[in-house]
């Protein structure tokens, strides 16, 4: 479904990326005469020393302290379990009640809105657009797949949206983003591309942010329902994630490299309703999956039909543990034709975010990160059980000439299914991702893999007792030099773009310049 069909006002149609030829920014060029090593000739014996690894003892740096390590500690099972702080006793979500903050027009819908939003009230009903405005929503770093998202959230009318973004718009942005323009080259990123936001839909609060994610203590993420990073490192993902399970707060993570790019989602736990046609086969109450279960079915008459109501809850794991080690179900794995399917950019993503947390860079176009790269890709096809000559050589060099690059179909095709997403979650009435996308731009294909570990899901996936006793002392020295961090003080605005009464609060942060950037 295409939101921005249902929702835009008839006076303030979206920017248009149809018209446009495919274009790409900051494209790596590999020569030709690089070599890139066969995955199949690939040598598993030598990744002792040169897999990823996310080390130990990091402690993100917050205002509130609220933090414990993010420890990769292998247990018995083989499971990489995040040690974090969480409350003791996380509130538990009851069936049909989002946890999401009151409505922020602070009365049921008017005339005017119901007019508006007629087209997608018809599709999901008065309550699931009820839901959707009292949601307020952080979305992080506003590259091209960010301005997706948020054309998306904005027509469909959601309370409100904040952009948080500490970087400047380069020559580079113009390329894929339609909020930005000549003009804004040099300004603040968020700051830009929220005025053209908000004219989508006056309805909507749109708060920029120009301060880095990093300043932001725990507590911050509490005041959102759903929290949306992308393009971002999977250090800095692993520190959000870790915020928003700590406040039991919905977090997806996604990025875009040319034609490749995924989806993530952690609900921790989700449970949401679907309304059918009653069929022959009795739904029964119990696990359909490791990962997915009915809690209730109930029926009702409509005219002559009997309507089946069957509630679910999905379980979700953390972004550590899916990016690095979790595998596909046992299903894949009982039928070759299923392992054949598998898109090998899985692989090379894999390859890429360990690449990313052991260097705190991209692969270059040289001889050494190649043969890395490579390596490691082809450790995590064997891993998920992959058949090896799913990975070639021309795949491998096709990832990483796209590394780093934006182009417009593909940041539309992922936004506009992230953003329906999170309209389905927040209404609680159709399934949602479970729990990776992976896009593959030279088929055409975005598939979804349930990734997870062995071991609990959900909740209790995390050991709330043992992480209490981590040692905060054990913090790294240097903080920038795990995560980009603001070199100066920055203004926070604290009302929403269009309002007169605007608020200014200071940001003070540490450290300066990230190296290698």
């Known amino acids: 479904m295409d939101t921005q069909d249902t929702a835009a006002p008839s006076d303030t149609a979206a920017p248009s990326t149809g018209e446009q030829p495919p274009q790409v920014q900051g494209q790596l060029d590999v020569p030709s005469g690089l070599y890139v090593q066969d995955p199949a000739t690939a040598a598993d014996a030598s990744l002792a020393t040169l897999l990823p690894n996310q080390g130990t003892n990091f402690v993100p740096q917050t205002h509130d302290g609220v933090f414990a390590a993010i420890d990769h500690t292998i247990n018995g099972n083989g499971a990489l379990p995040l ?79 904040t952009i948080v973004d500490d970087q400047v718009v380069t020559e580079a942005d113009l390329g894929a983003q339609f909020f930005l323009s000549q003009e804004n080259v040099g300004q603040n990123r968020a700051e830009a591309a929220a005025v053209q936001v908000q004219k989508l839909n006056p309805r909507v609060k749109v ?135 598998v898109t090998p950019a899985l692989s090379c993503l894999r390859a890429l975010w360990g690449f990313q947390t052991q260097h705190n860079r991209e692969p270059g176009h040289n001889k050494a990160d190649l043969e890395w790269f490579t390596r490691s890709a082809t450790h995590s096809h064997n891993l998920l059980s992959l058949p090896p000559e799913t990975l070639r050589s021309e795949f491998l060099r096709s990832f990483l000439q796209n590394i780093n690059s934006e182009v417009a179909p593909a940041t539309a095709i992922l936004g506009g299914q992230l953003a329906q997403d999170v309209i389905n979650v927040l209404g609680q009435n159709q399934q949602p991702i479970q729990n990776m996308v992976i896009f593959d731009g030279n088929k055409m294909e975005a598939n979804t893999y349930p990734l997870h570990p062995e071991g609990n899901l959900g909740r209790s996936q995390l050991d709330f007792g043992s992480s209490l006793q981590m040692d905060i002392a054990q913090r790294p020295a240097d903080m920038s030099q795990m995560i980009p961090m603001d070199p100066a003080n920055t203004l926070v605005p604290q009302n929403p773009i269009g309002t007169n009464d605007a608020a200014w609060v200071a940001a003070p942060v540490d450290g300066g310049e990230q190296p290698g950037v």
């Open 83 to 161: 040690g974090v702080v969480v409350p003791v006793n996380p509130p538990l979500s009851e069936l049909g009640v989002s946890h999401a903050l009151q409505p922020t027009n602070g009365h049921a819908m008017s005339a005017d809105e119901i007019a508006l939003y007629d087209r997608q009230i018809r599709l999901w009903g008065m309550q699931a657009q009820q839901k959707i405005q009292a949601a307020n929503i952080l979305l992080i770093s506003m590259k091209a797949l960010a301005n997706e998202i948020a054309k998306n959230l904005v027509l469909a009318g959601i309370g409100s949206l």
């Open 207 to 341: 708060y920029p942010d120009s301060g880095s994610i990093m300043t932001k203590g725990a507590s911050y993420f509490a005041a959102f329902d759903i929290v949306i990073a992308t393009d971002l490192n999977p250090t800095l993902l692993a520190f959000i994630n870790t915020a928003t399970r700590l406040h039991n707060r919905q977090f997806y993570a996604a990025g875009v490299h040319g034609l490749y790019g995924y989806i993530f989602c952690d609900l921790i736990e989700h449970d949401y309703v679907l309304k059918r046609d009653k069929g022959n086969v009795v739904t029964k109450v119990g696990p359909e999956s490791r990962y997915r279960s009915v809690i209730e079915v109930k029926t009702q008459k409509e005219s002559a039909k009997t309507i089946e109501m069957v509630s679910k809850r999905d379980l979700y794991s953390t972004w550590d543990l899916v990016s690095e080690t979790s595998l596909l179900p046992e299903e894949y794995k009982k039928s070759k034709r299923r392992l054949k399917a």
